[in-house]
């Protein structure tokens, strides 16, 4: 079964670092989403790409985050510089059907921890 | 602000029971409202989804329950088994026509089912 890769699993990193984490979704799908889930609590999207386009980037510090995804197919998300709060776990997500959120799958996403 | 609120936080349920997980919303424009399970290191996966036009969708052990009026939706899953202890995160989604809708979390339940 196709599955959505993500790396690296674990980041530490130190506060005003830079970090980027990788994304590539399953084969043909053309929408890829970048979630951050705190602990305790329900993912919050951060961007959505539909092919090379954002769609949705309104909730990204843009300060301090950026997402590309080039050619359409895997995506990066840099955080630059770190801070504290943004220890958290990035997920990408990946859909295959414009206009149908329910196809939604997700990678086991990336644990960052800044200190 | 919080789109979705889910209730309880955590649940602990007997092998066998039934465990009942409740979610609520304020935005009409909500149209659509899937489960989400995650399981430890894990990313979200989709359990089971519903749209406002049923009140009531079943698939196996897992069962939605859609009050429109009420703005209300609650998971039910009967005879619990040890293997479903995980988080499920409810969320809600309003489709925006040929683009995507964003996809709002609730806060998750931590269901144990003990054996």
């Known amino acids: 079964e196709a599955e959505v890769a993500q790396s690296p699993r674990y980041k530490i990193t130190e506060k005003s670092q830079a970090v980027a984490f990788w994304c590539d979704p399953i084969s043909g799908h053309a929408t890829l989403y970048w979630y951050r889930q705190i602990l305790g609590q329900g993912p919050e999207l951060l961007v959505q790409f539909q092919d090379e386009s954002v769609v949705d980037d309104s909730q990204l510090p843009k300060d301090r985050f950026s997402a590309e995804r080039l050619k359409g197919v895997d995506s990066t998300l840099k955080i630059q510089p770190a801070e504290l709060g943004d220890s958290a776990m990035y997920l990408c997500a990946s859909s295959s059907a414009a206009g149908l959120v329910e196809t939604q799958y997700f990678g086991p996403g990336t644990r960052l921890l800044v200190l | 602000q919080q789109q979705v609120k889910q209730s309880p936080q955590s649940l602990i349920v007997q092998k066998g029971g039934i465990s009942i997980i409740n979610c609520a919303y304020e935005n009409t424009a909500f149209d659509y409202f899937p489960w989400y399970q995650q399981f430890p290191g894990k990313g979200p996966a989709l359990l089971i989804a519903?749209?406002?036009?049923?009140s009531e969708k079943k698939e196996g052990r897992f069962t939605i329950s859609f009050n429109k009026s009420a703005k209300q939706f609650s998971l039910h899953i009967m005879d619990s088994q040890p293997g479903d202890s995980a988080t499920y995160f409810c969320a809600a989604s309003a489709d925006r026509g040929s683009t995507l809708g964003r996809l709002y979390f609730g806060r998750g339940t931590q269901l144990t089912v003990w054996p």
């Open positions: 519903i749209r406002p036009d049923v």
